[in-house]
């Protein structure tokens, strides 16, 4: 039987391991080194900028020693009103025009990642696909995580309708989901939203890569009395301990919403704990060609200002 670890201490709302389960000895690490990341998928919407996936994706795949693979999606061309109504001998200007255009495009995203890839020294590949291409999710199924940012809903982006949602519901793989502009290159406080249902238990588990490699990670438990069974005699101490037998630096938070939605209870610890990353499951499904989904998931999926890891 397993040896009892040394008792969790209180510290008000936050429960911290004690230092049997935080020393990261050799089993620990070699635990962690088992759980690494082999390949990164990052896709670059060719009509926003890229530069925070780009940066964020390389430097995990620089700490990680992960091979990099950028999916670049050719937006439409933008056309001018004259093109719009080309006829004849005109058509094939418009085509070189819009051709040459893309070009420039891409070059431009391109550039950045080859950037990326030299200053980070890791290996990389890119590909480059029309937005319009069916097999566009396939190239996230091979991955150990996937890089993308949510759309901005004040401007165009070349990602087919629904793309993000398709990604983190379907897929079957991990997703960082950056919000527009974001600046982030680094994931060393992570808050872990935790509910002791199935898709948390799966986010953990694929985040392990880079829990066991932060500075510190904090398990959130709110309204713990909704999921008694689940959650156990002591909300969150189980996930700290599993956690800190791989070497984690966990600490647990128990918080009441107080009737506020748990979504923004989420963000706004996050905000206080000056997350990096947040890792928390995803709720939802398909429904009229329509994504539908929970309303934790859709409050962060919506309004997270930091880098977000959302499995299923």
């Given at each position: 039987?397993?040896?009892?670890?040394?008792?969790?201490?209180?510290?008000?709302?936050?429960?911290?391991?004690?230092?049997?389960?935080?020393?990261?000895?050799?089993?620990?690490?070699?635990?962690?080194?088992?759980?690494?990341?082999?390949?990164?998928?990052?896709f670059v919407d060719g009509q926003s900028v890229a530069s925070g996936s780009l940066e964020l994706a390389g430097e995990l795949a620089r700490e990680?020693?992960?091979?990099l693979t950028g999916v670049f999606m050719r937006p439409l061309p933008a056309s001018t009103p004259p093109e719009m109504f080309a006829r004849g001998k005109g058509i094939?200007?418009?085509?070189?025009?819009?051709?040459?255009?893309?070009?420039?495009?891409?070059?431009?995203h391109r550039a950045f990642f080859d950037d990326v890839v030299w200053r980070h020294g890791i290996r990389s590949e890119w590909r480059s696909v029309s937005y319009f291409s069916e097999d566009l999710e396939v190239h996230s199924h091979y991955a150990d995580l996937v890089v993308v940012t949510r759309p901005d809903p004040a401007g165009q982006t070349a990602g087919p309708p629904g793309f993000v949602e398709s990604l983190v519901l379907t897929s079957g793989r991990p997703v960082i989901v950056l919000p527009p502009g974001s600046t982030t290159s680094r994931a060393r406080r992570i808050l872990v939203?935790?509910?002791?249902?199935?898709?948390?238990?799966?986010?953990?588990?694929d985040s392990l890569p880079l829990l066991v490699r932060a500075d510190v990670v904090e398990v959130l438990v709110v309204d713990s009395e909704r999921h008694r069974t689940a959650h156990g005699q002591e909300p969150g101490a189980d996930i700290a301990r599993y956690l800190a037998r791989h070497g984690v630096k966990v600490e647990v938070r128990r918080l009441s919403s107080g009737g506020e939605s748990v979504g923004r209870v989420l963000l706004s610890q996050a905000a206080a704990f000056r997350t990096d990353l947040v890792v928390m499951g995803a709720y939802g499904h398909s429904h009229m060609n329509e994504w539908i989904f929970g309303g934790v998931t859709r409050t962060v999926l919506r309004d997270a200002d930091l880098p977000v890891l959302m499995s299923r």
């Open positions: 039987m397993d040896t009892p670890p040394r008792a969790l201490s209180s510290q008000g709302d936050v429960t911290t391991t004690g230092d049997s389960l935080s020393e990261r000895d050799g089993l620990t690490m070699t635990a962690a080194a088992l759980a690494g990341l082999g390949e990164i998928v990052v990680h020693g992960a091979h094939p200007g418009v085509i070189d025009s819009h051709r040459a255009q893309l070009e420039r495009i891409e070059a431009s939203g935790w509910n002791a249902g199935r898709e948390a238990v799966r986010a953990v588990a």
